[in-house]
């Protein structure tokens, strides 16, 4: 006689339990990742959160914003002049130049490669625009646009060699930073300076300033406002989705952190000139590219390369174009610092784009948190970085402080930039966030 496993036992209507199923004993919890906690705890959580975060290597921007805060009280002890209106103003404008280049930079360091022609490419792109307006009597506007194409062909030719060809991009640019020197040597003739309208199109880049104080004010309000909205929509996404989202009380904490400097600065603007054109167009390209960066499918392919091209190969992403194009917006990035630089002293000349320029763009990328070893880095980097460095040389010049000690002091901020970069990377990997 046979007996049912399945049936029933002496009247009894309940079955046996799946032999694949294992009963769940009582005491047992379940793993729940902490970040998923956030919006349970509250600011608490994010708190909490933060913490957490730090203790596993991610630091974000906080090494950089120490830093300048650190620097800015040194050379304000030393020199009530350092945080003034017009030396804070003027830092700013010239930091506006080198940034730009460091921002193209960023896009490069984020594949996990560098551009040793930036310095050369600005020099040159500043070159063509001066003999084309000044010696061939090209409409400025048109000179500018072409200076710009220089800088995105190079940057194009660059990126063919390396993603093409297999040529190693520092190879490739090497080449690029004494070829590109030599041509600009070149056109620029056995003259060697070549004077800019003084009213013109380009010398108004950084000698414009918008005198109405509502200018300054303007823009910081624009700035602090656009960041409270974008903030607001990007939680309620994020409630959508069921995934953390910041509370509103901590939105509203981070919006007046970053009110606080955006007026202080406005009003200082507004102590000496006003606000600067060259400020306005500097943040103007760092907020739009962030928003390629971080909003669009083309940023999270640049991203997706620097942390591993097999993998972004194998999810069918067009590594050669991506690489491609990369270099084409840093050559194009670097001929509009170009102009920015040719702007501050109004001419082009045979010291264009060299000394330390090429050191000072690589060095601003990596100082403001782009990571060398690719995959992590935003524009931002490229603002935060410049800061630091410009900051270190204003308050260089106000102490009267020999070239040579700048040199030196922003060489060990890089290395500590560098320095913090690998330990924070090897502290995820320990905590498993790399």
Same mark, same amino acid.
Do not use: C
């Given at each position: 006689?046979?007996? %049912?496993?399945?049936?029933?036992?002496?009247?009894?209507?309940? @079955?046996?339990?799946?032999?694949?199923?294992?009963?769940?004993?009582?005491? +047992?919890?379940?793993?729940? %990742?902490?970040?998923?906690?956030?919006?349970?705890?509250?600011?608490?959580?994010?708190?909490?959160?933060?913490?957490?975060?730090?203790?596993?290597?991610?630091?974000?921007?906080?090494?950089?914003?120490?830093?300048?805060?650190?620097?800015?009280?040194?050379?304000?002890?030393? %020199?009530?002049?350092?945080?003034?209106?017009?030396?804070?103003?003027?830092?700013?404008?010239?930091?506006?130049?080198?940034?730009?280049? *460091?921002?193209?930079?960023?896009?490069?360091?984020?594949?996990?490669?560098?551009?040793? /022609?930036?310095?050369?490419?600005?020099?040159?792109?500043?070159?063509?625009?001066?003999?084309?307006?000044?010696?061939?009597?090209?409409?400025?506007?048109?000179?500018?646009?072409?200076?710009?194409?220089?800088?995105?062909?190079?940057?194009?030719?660059?990126?063919?060699?390396? &993603?093409? !060809?297999?040529?190693?991009?520092?190879?490739?640019?090497?080449?690029?930073?004494?070829?590109?020197?030599?041509?600009?040597?070149?056109?620029?003739?056995?003259?060697?300076?070549?004077?800019?309208?003084?009213?013109?199109?380009?010398?108004?880049?950084?000698?414009?300033?918008?005198?109405? !104080?509502?200018?300054?004010?303007?823009?910081?309000?624009?700035?602090? *406002?656009?960041?409270?909205?974008?903030?607001?929509? %990007?939680?309620?996404?994020?409630?959508?989705?069921?995934?953390?989202?910041?509370?509103?009380?901590?939105?509203?904490?981070?919006?007046?952190?970053?009110?606080?400097? *955006?007026?202080?600065?406005?009003?200082?603007?507004?102590?000496?000139? #006003?606000?600067?054109?060259?400020?306005? !167009?500097?943040?103007?390209?760092?907020? +739009?590219?962030?928003?390629?960066?971080?909003?669009?499918?083309? #940023? @999270?392919? =640049?991203?997706?390369?620097?942390?591993?091209?097999?993998?972004?190969?194998?999810?069918?992403?067009?590594?050669? *174009?991506?690489?491609?194009?990369?270099?084409?917006?840093?050559?194009?990035?670097?001929?509009? #610092?170009?102009?920015?630089?040719? /702007?501050?002293?109004?001419?082009?000349?045979?010291?264009?784009?060299?000394?330390?320029?090429?050191?000072? &763009?690589?060095?601003?990328?990596?100082?403001?948190?782009?990571?060398?070893?690719?995959?992590?880095?935003?524009?931002?980097?490229?603002?935060?970085?410049?800061?630091?460095?410009?900051?270190?040389?204003?308050?260089?010049?106000?102490?009267?402080?020999?070239?040579? =000690?700048?040199?030196?002091?922003? #060489? &060990?901020?890089?290395?500590?930039?560098?320095? !913090?970069?690998?330990?924070?990377?090897?502290?995820?990997?320990?905590?498993?966030?790399?």
């Amino acid at each position: 006689m046979s007996t %049912d496993v399945t049936g029933t036992s002496n009247g009894d209507d309940s @079955r046996e339990a799946p032999r694949d199923e294992v009963p769940v004993a009582p005491a +047992a919890v379940t793993a729940v %990742d902490p970040r998923l906690l956030v919006r349970e705890k509250g600011l608490a959580g994010y708190w909490s959160e933060s913490v957490r975060r730090l203790r596993s290597g991610e630091l974000g921007s906080l090494p950089v914003v120490v830093g300048l805060v650190v620097i800015a009280l040194v050379f304000q002890l030393r %020199d009530a002049a350092f945080l003034g209106a017009e030396n804070l103003s003027n830092l700013f404008v010239t930091a506006a130049g080198t940034g730009l280049i *460091a921002v193209g930079v960023v896009f490069v360091l984020i594949l996990g490669e560098i551009d040793l /022609s930036v310095g050369s490419v600005s020099g040159l792109a500043a070159a063509v625009l001066a003999v084309l307006n000044v010696q061939h009597g090209v409409p400025e506007w048109l000179a500018l646009i072409a200076a710009l194409a220089t800088g995105a062909v190079i940057g194009t030719l660059h990126g063919f060699f390396f &993603a093409r !060809i297999g040529v190693p991009a520092f190879v490739v640019t090497l080449a690029g930073l004494l070829g590109w020197n030599g041509l600009m040597l070149q056109v620029l003739g056995a003259n060697g300076t070549i004077n800019l309208d003084d009213i013109g199109l380009v010398a108004s880049l950084t000698n414009h300033y918008f005198e109405d !104080i509502s200018a300054a004010y303007g823009l910081a309000t624009l700035g602090v *406002a656009a960041y409270l909205l974008f903030s607001f929509r %990007d939680a309620r996404r994020r409630e959508a989705a069921g995934v953390p989202a910041r509370p509103p009380v901590e939105i509203v904490l981070r919006t007046a952190v970053l009110a606080v400097p *955006a007026y202080a600065v406005a009003w200082l603007f507004n102590q000496y000139k #006003g606000l600067p054109l060259a400020v306005v !167009i500097f943040l103007g390209v760092v907020v +739009a590219l962030d928003l390629v960066l971080r909003r669009t499918r083309y #940023g @999270r392919t =640049v991203h997706a390369l620097g942390g591993s091209v097999e993998a972004a190969r194998r999810a069918g992403i067009d590594v050669a *174009a991506v690489r491609i194009s990369v270099f084409a917006l840093s050559g194009t990035m670097a001929a509009l #610092g170009g102009l920015f630089l040719a /702007s501050q002293i109004n001419a082009a000349n045979q010291s264009s784009g060299s000394g330390s320029l090429l050191m000072n &763009a690589i060095a601003a990328a990596v100082i403001g948190g782009t990571s060398l070893f690719g995959g992590r880095g935003k524009t931002w980097s490229a603002l935060l970085g410049v800061l630091v460095i410009q900051s270190i040389a204003s308050g260089m010049a106000l102490l009267g402080i020999a070239a040579a =000690v700048q040199y030196m002091i922003t #060489g &060990a901020v890089l290395l500590a930039a560098v320095v !913090i970069d690998s330990v924070s990377r090897r502290t995820q990997k320990t905590a498993g966030r790399a």
